[in-house]
T-cell receptor, first 112, second 114 residues
Framework: GENVEQHPSTLSVQEGDSAVIKCTYS??????FPWYKQELGKRPQLIID???NVGEKKDQRIAVTLNKTAKHFSLHITETQPEDSAVYFC???????????WGAGTKLIIKP | DAGVTQSPTHLIKTRGQHVTLRCSPI?????VSWYQQVLGQGPQFIFQ???????GRGNFPDRFSARQFPNYSSELNVNALLLGDSALYLC?????????????FGDGTRLSIL
């Protein structure tokens, strides 16, 4: 079955710098890749998603890139702010089944 | 508009008991999925329901069951609770059963087993 690996498990960056989180997936049939942000004790919130017919998508300071050949996708956050501190999860699905397969999460720490 | 609502927010049970968790999807959403999130890990898929029918099941034992009602709300039931069932149980709703559509999560029910 599908497997999603996420790196790093913890990422500490200076406020204002960029942060990059990477995920790889195993099933080449996967076609939908969302990213969720989860603050401590709160619900996962969808922050951006990308489909396999697109290589890059951007929403203000957040962007996601997808490399289907290498089967990896990345989250890029620019001009990081303290409120970006949270755990970020990547996920993948094929659409034809009904499961989102999640990565293990990255704890992003923004240092003032 | 109300988002996904779950109840209760917290629950403490002892081993061997059973529990029922409830979820109301976003208005207009007909698909509900349940996830278990153990502390420090990503959510694990348990079930998906659409139009009152089970459309997907994750790798969980038969002690876990669920159902969806005509108003698209859903219940997750867990019998014979084990210590390892302690987790945050998340409900997510979406407009269609396809997992390549955005899923929106509730705040979850934190279940503690003593």
């Amino acid at each position: 079955g599908e497997n999603v690996e996420q790196h790093p498990s913890t990422l500490s960056v200076q406020e204002g710098d960029s942060a990059v989180i990477k995920c790889t997936y195993s099933d080449s049939a996967s076609n939908y890749f969302p990213w969720y942000k989860q603050e401590l004790g709160k619900r996962p919130q969808l922050i951006i998603d990308i489909r396999s017919n697109v290589g890059e998508k951007k929403d203000q300071r957040i962007a996601v890139t997808l490399n289907k050949t290498a089967k990896h996708f990345s989250l890029h956050i620019t001009e990081t702010q303290p409120e970006d501190s949270a755990v970020y999860f990547c996920a993948a699905s094929k659409g034809s089944n009904y499961q989102l397969i999640w990565g293990a999460g990255t704890k992003l720490i923004i240092k003032p | 508009d109300a988002g996904v609502t779950q109840s209760p927010t917290h629950l403490i049970k002892t081993r061997g008991q059973h529990v029922t968790l409830r979820c109301s999807p976003i208005s207009g959403h007909k698909s509900v999925s349940w996830y278990q999130q153990v502390l420090g890990q990503g959510p694990q898929f348990i079930f998906q329901y659409y139009e009152k029918e089970e459309r997907g099941r994750g790798n969980f034992p038969d002690r876990f069951s669920a159902r969806q009602f005509p108003n698209y709300s859903s219940e997750l039931n867990v019998n014979a609770l084990l210590l390892g069932d302690s987790a945050l149980y998340l409900c997510a709703s979406s407009g269609t059963p396809n997992s390549n559509q955005p899923q929106h999560f509730g705040d979850g029910t934190r279940l503690s087993i003593l």
